[in-house]
């Protein structure tokens, strides 16, 4: 029985909640291609996002070589 819940829990959760923030990105990406502008809370947190990716980035790529 407890496999069930397990596997009720991730079908819910990880995939419907997974499907729910996609198709919403999505919606929120179209609306940048139409032009839309950004409010200055979304600019920070597209900053913190990539500034995120570029430090991981280059952490990594320091600790391979």
Same mark, same amino acid.
């Given at each position: 029985m407890t496999h069930i819940a397990c596997m009720v829990c991730l079908g819910i959760v990880n995939t419907g909640l997974g !499907? !729910?923030?996609y198709f919403s990105g999505?919606?929120?990406l179209s609306a940048i291609i139409l032009g839309e502008s950004l409010t200055?809370?979304?600019w920070l947190g597209a900053a913190c996002i990539l500034g995120g990716v570029a430090l991981?980035?280059?952490w990594h790529s320091g600790k391979k070589g």
């Open positions: !499907y !729910y923030l999505v919606q929120h200055l809370p979304q991981s980035e280059l």
